[in-house]
């Protein structure tokens, strides 16, 4: 089998309520960056797999016991300094992050992740790497070839083969798409 790309969020939407045929799509990873609705950001951004195989999937309010913890050991120190690492799109560490700023408390507050950002370049041919320069995945007209989904979907990781060449990002003049929620920034 091989996975299709779509860029109308409509039609996402209505293949995604159908169980055995929303795996076989994806939503156009450019076009991340101008998504408004959060719950159709997560639905995009849970399909995005990095060159180390690992998705990018997060949601709300998952670390509640852990911000709590976090919030006890935090009231014993002053001027503590924070940094959450590997933060997928950082909406988690904004809920602690808000947390800790009604608390009125003074720390020093930083994420990173390795991964916050994919680059692509073309046009028919959309070819997307991450921050080492490693192809992660490939939009070809309207096919979305990548290494890393499933065996099931095999036609659409022998054809990536084709295209997998190791460059260097930043000087290639890509296009980047950030990978943190919009309300992280």
């Known amino acids: 089998m091989i996975k299709l790309v779509l860029s109308n969020k409509k039609l996402l939407l209505a293949v995604n309520k159908l169980p055995l045929i929303r795996r076989c799509f ?5 076009k991340l960056n101008a998504i408004s609705d959060d719950d159709f950001y997560n639905l995009v951004f849970s399909h995005i797999i990095v060159s180390n195989g690992l998705t990018k999937t997060t949601k709300s309010d998952r670390f509640r016991d852990l911000d709590e913890v976090t919030l006890g050991l935090l009231k014993e120190m002053n001027n503590a300094t924070f940094h959450d690492i590997g933060v997928s799109n950082g909406v988690t560490s904004l809920e602690l992050y808000n947390k800790i700023e009604r608390g009125s408390q003074a720390v020093n507050f930083f994420i990173s992740d390795k991964y916050a950002k994919i680059f692509y370049k073309g ?14 995945s490939v939009n070809f007209l309207f096919l979305h070839l990548s290494p890393h989904i499933g065996k099931i979907f095999f036609l659409s990781r022998w054809l990536f083969k084709f295209f997998d060449k190791k460059i260097r990002v930043a000087e290639n003049n890509c296009k980047e798409v950030l990978l943190l929620a919009p309300d992280v920034y």
Request: hydrophobic share 40%; aromatic share 22%.
């Open 26 to 30: 994806v939503y156009d990873y450019s």
């Open 123 to 136: 046009r028919a041919v959309k070819k997307f790497f991450d921050a080492d320069g490693n192809l992660i």
